[in-house]
């Protein structure tokens, strides 16, 4: 039989994840940063009001907290459902990541490349704060997103000081 595959959340994942699990951690991807530099138009925003979520993007001294979730149920159908749900910018990856519990593990990582058609790139953080004070989705309010990160994060023990920022200024 073989070992169900890992999911790293590093975004909306962490408190949304819509699929079955038999194991959720905290978890830490090295050489990655979280940054709000992918534009979202299906989500969290519009074709013509597109709002901002978080990719990854290297840097060799960075470290990203988010959870892993050890699939359950159909594997398959999970990840056809996730390549859906991240369809707007984000590739598969596979990564190594350190549980909670010290494992190491390979996971698969959704990543919005800096080649595809909705990645902003560095943005001013007051510049990404009123566009997500704008922006609204199928998926709710940008600002909910940003938000609800934030809290996700601080439960998990952790600051991320560029979802901080921008919550912040959001909060304001």
Not at 24 to 45: C, I, M, N
Request: with cysteine; net charge neutral.
């Amino acid at each position: 039989m073989a070992i169900a595959p890992w999911i790293f959340a590093y975004g909306s994942l962490i408190w949304r994840p819509d699929f079955a699990w038999q194991d959720r951690q905290p978890a830490v991807l090295r050489g990655w940063k979280r940054r709000f530099w992918q534009l979202s138009t299906d989500h969290r925003g519009t074709p013509s009001q597109p709002g901002r979520v978080v990719t990854l993007v290297p840097d060799a001294q960075a470290e990203c907290v988010g959870v892993a979730f050890q699939l359950a149920g159909d594997v398959e159908a999970t990840l056809a459902a996730l390549d859906y749900r991240e369809k707007d910018g984000y590739d598969r990856q596979k990564l190594a990541i350190e549980l909670q519990d010290q494992r190491q593990v390979t996971a698969i990582v959704y990543v919005a490349q800096a080649q595809n058609p909705r990645f902003a790139g560095p943005t001013p953080v007051p510049t990404i704060a009123d566009q997500v004070r704008r922006s609204h989705g199928p998926s709710g309010s940008n600002t909910e997103y940003v938000l609800r990160l934030d809290q996700a994060l601080t439960a998990l023990g952790w600051e991320d000081p560029h979802v901080r920022a921008i919550a912040s200024l959001i909060a304001a």
